[in-house]
């Protein structure tokens, strides 16, 4: 597609039940990242991938949390047990590569704002 | 710990000039990145900057200092549509972007 896609956009649930949030990245990029970003602070690093290496999960904020890339394209972030702490807004971003020198732009979806009620 | 600091909210008039400081203390600098991002939309581009010095792109530029660990996002010309959060981050040694919470720009008529 000609931009990051997002679905779906706006996600209410109950506490405890899971969500899957999905992400659909610019034809050929080959890096993908999962932000979170809460009311008032900086966006929050959750997960990268790059390629067909193991992704980045350092910033994944408990076990609940988990994502996957299928085929090098399309992702998904799952949320199990939901919280109410985990009402955000989460944002997906592509890239061309994971950066070496350049500016290695990162290009965002709309995000999903997930309430947790 | 890292840290991206900038105002939470500026405001400007229609036509005037704003400029937008960002400070940063992070773990190595690899290029500092501006966003832009309206209510409910998703964070676009606006400039990068690695080396010290002031990057023109139309009406924004963007400057840094990397011994000051600073850099400001200038808007000229201001209009209705400039109404948006600016969203500062640094790349640090590891590749990855750290970000402050952005400043919203509130433009006045």
């Known amino acids: 597609g000609a931009g990051v896609s997002q679905s779906p956009s706006n996600k209410v649930t109950e506490k405890g039940k899971d969500v899957e949030l999905r992400c659909d990245p610019i034809s050929g990029h080959t890096a993908l990242y999962w932000y979170r970003q809460s009311l008032g602070q900086g966006l929050e690093f959750l997960i990268y991938?790059?390629?067909?290496?193991?992704?980045?999960k350092s910033g994944l904020p408990s076990d609940r949390f988990s994502a996957e890339r299928t085929g090098g394209s399309v992702s998904t972030l799952t949320i199990q047990r939901t919280q109410q702490e985990d009402s955000a807004v989460y944002l997906c971003?592509?890239?061309?590569?994971?950066?070496?020198?350049?500016?290695?732009?990162?290009?965002f979806g709309a995000g999903t704002r997930l309430s947790v009620l | 710990g890292q840290n991206i600091d900038q105002p939470t909210e500026m405001t400007a008039t229609e036509g005037a000039i704003v400029q937008i400081n960002c400070t940063y203390q992070t773990s190595g600098f690899n290029g500092l990145f501006w966003y832009q991002q309206h209510a409910g939309e998703a964070p676009t581009f606006l400039s990068y900057n690695v080396l010290d010095g002031l990057e023109e792109k139309g009406r924004f530029s963007s400057f840094l200092s990397r011994s000051k660990g600073y850099s400001y996002l200038l808007l000229k010309e201001l209009q209705m549509k400039d109404s948006a959060s600016y969203l500062c981050a640094v790349r640090d040694s590891n590749y990855q972007l750290i970000w402050g919470a952005g400043t919203k720009l509130i433009i006045k008529p």
């Open positions: 971003a592509s890239s061309t590569a994971l950066v070496s020198r350049g500016k290695n732009i990162q290009y």
């Open positions: 991938f790059q390629g067909n290496s193991a992704p980045d």
